[in-house]
T-cell receptor
Framework: GENVEQHPSTLSVQEGDSAVIKCTYSDSASNYFPWYKQELGKRPQLIIDIRSNVGEKKDQRIAVTLNKTAKHFSLHITETQPEDSAVYFCAASKDSWGKLQFGAGTQVVVTP | GAGVSQSPSNKVTEKGKDVELRCDPISGHTALYWYRQRLGQGLEFLIYFQGNSAPDKSGLPSDRFSAERTGESVSTLTIQRTQQEDSAVYLC???????????????FGSGTRLTVV
């Protein structure tokens, strides 16, 4: 089955700097890669996703890149703000409505 | 409904007792998933229902765990003879019908925090 690895497990950045989280996956058939943000004590929420026919997608301060050949994808957050502090999970699946395999999560702390 | 609804939000039970957790998905969402999240950990897949197809039970950790769903409606996750290691937040999510134009991806419920004492 699919295996998703996520790095780093924790990330501390100064407000205004950029944050990058990287994930690798094992199943070459995977073609849908969402990212979820989970604030303390709350449910995970989808923040951005990308499909395998696209190499990069951007939404305001967040962007995701995908390298299908290397089987890795990354989340980029620019101009970080304290409200970006949360746990971020990457995931992979063979289709956008199917079972997602999640990475272990990255705790992002943005310090003022 | 407007979102995925889970009940109860919190459940404290004694070791050895059975518990039943409920998930009410977004209306029209054909797919429903259960995940387990231990404190400070990631999301562990348990079971997946897609319409009237046979569920994918590959993530259930033992035969003490079972889940049911009737059609595209409510699902219940049952844990029999609970153990302390079952303590976790149990998250339910639903997603829309395959091939629709609505936004993809899971919508999670708020979860049920289960504590086995």
């Amino acid at each position: 089955g699919e295996n998703v690895e996520q790095h780093p497990s924790t990330l501390s950045v100064q407000e205004g700097d950029s944050a990058v989280i990287k994930c690798t996956y094992s199943d070459s058939a995977s073609n849908y890669f969402p990212w979820y943000k989970q604030e303390l004590g709350k449910r995970p929420q989808l923040i951005i996703d990308i499909r395998s026919n696209v190499g990069e997608k951007k939404d305001q301060r967040i962007a995701v890149t995908l390298n299908k050949t290397a089987k890795h994808f990354s989340l980029h957050i620019t101009e970080t703000q304290p409200e970006d502090s949360a746990v971020y999970f990457c995931a992979a699946s063979k289709d956008s409505w199917g079972k997602l395999q999640f990475g272990a999560g990255t705790q992002v702390v943005v310090t003022p | 409904g407007a979102g995925v609804s889970q009940s109860p939000s919190n459940k404290v039970t004694e070791k050895g007792k059975d518990v039943e957790l409920r998930c009410d998905p977004i209306s029209g969402h054909t797919a429903l998933y259960w995940y387990r999240q231990r404190l400070g950990q990631g999301l562990e897949f348990l079971i997946y229902f897609q319409g009237n197809s046979a569920p994918d039970k590959s993530g259930l950790p033992s035969d003490r765990f079972s889940a049911e769903r009737t059609g595209e409606s409510v699902s219940t996750l049952t844990i029999q003879r609970t153990q302390q290691e079952d303590s976790a937040v149990y998250l339910c999510a639903s997603s829309p019908r395959a091939g629709t134009s609505t936004p993809y991806g899971y919508t999670f419920g708020s979860g049920t925090r289960l504590t086995v004492v």
